[in-house]
Nanobody, 114 residues
Framework: QVQLVESGGGLAQSGGSLRLSCAAS????????MGWYRQAPGKQRELVAT???????NYADSVKGRFTISRDNAKNTAYLQMNSLKPEDTAIYYC????????WGQGTQVTVSS
């Protein structure tokens, strides 16, 4: 069994920054991809950013140049540095890993005020 614990969400002002963390624990033997997704009220869950085991990254167009995904393989942890936040970034952010079984975190709320 794998557990994902997300942290770092909260309230930020427009133009501000937040850093999310996702720590995997339990029967973690080999994490392949790690990623962040988000779901705003009334909308479908969407991809924010992913990072492969080799470090290749992929971003949604809406966050390119503002968000940075990274990972620490020794700590089985993924990070999402969010800069220049906008009100439309308000959502619940979910961490996902593949081992290759998919695991989701419980989500962390990010609220950006204008």
């Amino acid at each position: 069994q794998v557990q994902l614990v997300e942290s770092g969400g909260g309230l930020a002002q427009s133009g501000g920054s937040l850093r999310l963390s996702c720590a995997a624990s339990g029967s973690v033997f080999s994490i392949k991809g790690m990623g962040w997704y988000r779901q705003a009220p009334g909308k479908q869950r969407e991809l924010v950013a992913t990072i492969s085991s080799s470090g290749s990254t992929n971003y949604a167009d809406s966050v390119k140049g503002r968000f940075t995904i990274s990972r620490d393989n020794a700590k089985n942890t993924a990070y999402l540095q969010m800069n220049s936040l906008k009100p439309e970034d308000t959502a619940i952010y979910y961490c996902r890993i593949t081992t290759p079984i998919l695991y989701w975190g419980q989500g962390t709320q990010v609220t950006v005020s204008s």
